[in-house]
């Protein structure tokens, strides 16, 4: 009896602690977020040569999750040498370990597809910097440019060559893993299995491991004339755990649609960029604009590709977190 209220304890905790984490937010800095313009060009260092932040907040809901899973394991490990646990409850918690695993096997997935495409920005960046210093370099030979431009511009160059190297590596390493699960290009996010709301809710609540567990003690407790008040606040309990879980979903539904919102209006936009880099190239064939700022204007362009593109990671993230919890998982 007290192995069993210590897991329903463990399950209330981390369906409630996971109901309150913050919706997902795929998010890297490109050179324009760390300080520099759009174009390139620095405005200052931050002091120990790193420009920009790999982290996000993907990557900490990895962490937490990953957390939570070694302590469920571990508990499960435990529980399980005893002969007083419901042996189904054990069994279904152990799916829900596997697939809680899954679960963040795909989010580690999209957040590789995240580091490499961010990358690839910072490596066309790379080439504007590269042109920028040159430049700079025949600016300073003319006398319109001070040493001081040049070292500003050589120090940011060494910047985000340290930076795409860091990059390539943590890529090279994390996707070791999940290499199995997509050839890590831009997703084309799929609908979810949930049509609605309303859907997403009852699936969660009948598929959810904690609540069957819960039920099955509850039914014990029952069986072995227990006291009403302890079964009264098990059922307290459990209905808090139903409004946690009808919150979660609402909150994951609510996430999606605005992921779905924001996909929409980042890929009707697509057309109208690939023209503007075919108008950049024709303008610059004709001497219009000149190689340097051909390639700034470019770049800006590159960007906007580049959110679009996040956009799409972060509503394959979405749909991913309603389909796991149409089987019972909750990523909140």
Known sequence: MKEIKQIIALLVCVTVILTF???????????AGNGYPANGAPNGDNGDGQYGDNGSELEERLNILEGMLAELLAFLDELSKSGEVDRAAIDRQIQEAADLERYMLRLEYYNVCAIIANTDLLRRQLTLAERQLELEQVRLRLGFSTQNNVDALSSYLNSLRRQIELD????????????????FEIPTPAAPR?????????????????????????????????SNAEIRLMRTQMDLL???????????WT?????????????ASRS??????????ELFSIGEISAVARLE????????????????????????????????ITGR
């Open 168 to 183: 390539d590596e943590i890529a090279q390493i994390k996707r070791r893993g999940v290499s199995s699960i997509g050839n």
């Open 194 to 226: 949930a049509r609605t709301v309303d859907e997403l809710r009852s699936a969660l609540i009948g598929n959810n491991s904690a609540l069957f567990v819960m039920e099955r003690q509850i039914n014990q407790m029952n069986r072995q004339g227990v």
């Open 272 to 281: 109208a960029l690939n023209a503007r880099l075919l108008l950049l190239d």
């Open 21 to 31: 984490l913050t919706p997902t937010v795929v998010a890297y800095d490109n050179g």
């Open 297 to 328: 204007q470019r770049y800006a362009v590159y960007e906007e590709l580049h959110d679009a593109d996040m956009t799409a990671i972060a509503l394959a993230v979405a749909v991913v977190e309603l389909d796991f919890m149409m089987i019972g």
């Open 242 to 252: 139903v409004r946690q879980l009808q919150m979660a979903a609402t909150n994951a």
């Open 255 to 267: 996430a999606y649609l605005a992921a779905k919102a924001q996909y929409d209006i980042a890929q």
